[in-house]
């Protein structure tokens, strides 16, 4: 039997070699033509492989450049089967959502409630009474009113009364939160240069020996009550200086927490052109600087 030129079939070792030679053909023509054939060849040696397209191979080289044709081969895990691990398994966390893979991720949060904010509060006080009017006119009479809230005041349905009905006066409008409310009896020259917020008819007017006087709102409830039906706690009906509230907080029928205006904090004029001897739309001359 005649062989290649370089074998000497003579020899055992090369009817080995050539024995071989034609076995390696055989096994990479069969692995080409039936790539399944390579992937259990792998998973023998204990290698996953995923599948291998028909054709889909690549060309390496070896140190001669020798072109061969070899199989592109996806690993994708160690078969643990035949070598298991002692490493322990890892399972994924369940999903919070049915049908879903996705893992949910549960993030700490406090269940502890915030603090409810307290709402903007409305206080309003009967701040300041001209109850002796002013020098141009004992009958220019004015009230002031303060919101010493932390929010604005809507006075609609609110009412401001004597106890003996008169002064019965409709208040109307909005107090901004520390803004004052100035009410001129009649018309708005009872401080020439001072708009009034509301002007009013005061019926027979403040008595000069003094009124009991109810500040309530659109429910009826009295906000404020200034009872000095036995007297006005301060002012002056000679020199016409006003009454002043001290502390809008503080109880309006408490008679320490009322004084004549100073004569050295005054704003505005009357419709004569003479100093208002109070305070309409401003702090009170008795006050501190966080009060009325």
Do not use: C
Not at 73 to 90: A, Q
Not at 205 to 219: M, Q, W
């Amino acid at each position: 039997m005649a062989g290649p030129r370089f074998l000497n079939m003579t020899r055992p070792s090369h009817w080995l070699i050539l024995g071989g030679t034609l076995l390696g053909v055989f096994l990479i023509t069969s692995i080409l033509s039936h790539p399944g054939l390579a992937q259990r060849y792998l998973a023998y040696l204990g290698i996953s492989v995923g599948p291998v397209a028909k054709g889909d191979m690549s060309v390496i080289g070896d140190n001669n450049n020798t072109a061969q044709l070899s199989p592109k081969v996806l690993v994708t895990e160690k078969v643990t089967d035949k070598y298991p691990s002692t490493s322990p398994k890892l399972s994924p966390k369940p999903s919070a959502v049915s049908g879903s893979s996705i893992p949910m991720v549960s993030v700490g949060v406090s269940s502890t409630p915030l603090p409810s904010r307290s709402p903007a509060s409305t206080e309003v006080a009967i701040n300041e009474i001209a109850w002796m009017g002013t020098q141009d006119s004992a009958g220019d009479e004015w009230i002031e009113l303060y919101n010493y809230g932390t929010g604005p005041a809507t006075l609609e349905g609110w009412h401001l009364t004597a106890a003996d009905g008169s002064p019965g006066i409709a208040l109307h409008g909005t107090i901004p939160a520390g803004g004052y409310y100035l009410i001129e009896r009649t018309d708005d020259h009872t401080i020439a240069d001072i708009p009034a917020a509301l002007t009013a008819s005061f019926g027979h007017g403040l008595a000069n020996d003094g009124e009991k006087l109810v500040l309530s709102d659109n429910t009826g409830t009295a906000r404020d009550i200034v009872d000095a039906s036995a007297g006005w706690f301060a002012g002056d009906n000679t020199d016409k200086t006003s009454m002043e509230r001290i502390d809008p907080a503080t109880s309006g029928s408490q008679p320490g927490n009322w004084a004549g205006n100073n004569l050295t904090l005054r704003v505005g004029h009357d419709n004569g052109g003479n100093l208002i001897n109070g305070t309409p739309g401003a702090r009170n001359s008795v006050s501190g600087p966080d009060q009325g």
